[in-house]
């Protein structure tokens, strides 16, 4: 495997999982709320996940996610 951890909230507690309401938040930015997910393809969909995990962010240091990913893969190999 390759190590991570999982954890359930509690439905309808926001509060007990910020990472994925700040991932959520990114996602609205190219596919509103209102959004028909069945007329998007699943092309268009791996577009905005590989061009979300190449955009750097400040909580890491300014890496992207891939990179912190792959870093981890070879740490852990």
Known sequence: GIGARSWFCDPSAPWQKGAVENTNKRIRRFMPSDTDLSAVSQEQLV?????????????????TPAEVFMAHLRENA
């Open 47 to 63: 577009a905005l996940v590989h061009h979300l995990n190449a955009l750097p962010r400040k909580c890491l240091g300014y890496r």
